[in-house]
């Protein structure tokens, strides 16, 4: 199994924590402000790995029952990142959403470059794609189209304030 890097934010003595249940809340009132607006999605993409718990909750929030999602890598540690955003695979089919409207969901608008690199994509494909974040920060090269809250501090996501799982001990593998 290929493990990705958990980032420890333990040193910092500054951060956003959002919980469970203000993912909850956060997760209703974004989508409310979505539903509130003239864009009417028909499809939700997640931005993954950040943005698929928040996809998946404004995707039943919002009663839309299509969604998928697209692979992008860019952050390796706490304010570390790769030179620039990589696209992963598998890759998300492109055909099957031209013309349509989309809605690319990250957990973060950080530096904004995964994002602006999956917009361009989408729109490439002739789609009319918008965003929606929990988080944008006042770096963000791109200024997404629905956010539930802004802040400039690092964030610590409830799916990943802890580091991953690892196998027990003595336990053998199949043996459950």
């Known amino acids: 199994?290929?493990?990705?890097?958990?980032?420890d934010s333990s040193e910092l003595s500054t951060k956003e924590v959002l919980s469970w249940e203000l993912f909850g809340t956060a997760s209703r009132e974004l989508a409310q402000t979505i539903a509130d607006s003239a864009f009417d999605p028909e499809v939700i993409?997640?931005?993954?790995?950040g943005g698929l718990l928040p996809a998946g909750s404004l995707s039943y929030a919002l009663g839309l029952k299509l969604s998928d999602a697209i692979n992008v890598e860019f952050y390796t540690d706490v304010h570390e990142t790769l030179p620039d955003p990589v696209l992963l695979?598998?890759?998300?089919?492109?055909?099957?959403?031209?013309g349509k409207r989309l809605l690319v969901v990250d957990d973060v608008?950080?530096?904004g470059r995964t994002l602006a690199l999956v917009l361009d994509l989408l729109r490439e494909q002739g789609a009319d794609a918008r965003s929606a974040v929990l988080y944008a920060k006042s770096a963000s090269v791109v200024s997404?189209?629905?956010v539930w809250r802004r802040t400039d501090e690092w964030i610590v996501f409830p799916w990943s304030a802890e580091s991953p799982v690892v196998p027990n001990p003595g336990v053998v593998p199949g043996n459950a």
Do not use: C, G, N
């Open 1 to 7: 199994m290929s493990q990705a890097y958990h980032a």
């Open 45 to 49: 993409i997640a931005v993954a790995r």
């Open 89 to 98: 695979a598998p890759m998300l089919d492109t055909e099957s959403i031209k």
């Open 109 to 111: 608008a950080d530096s």
């Open 144 to 146: 997404p189209d629905f």
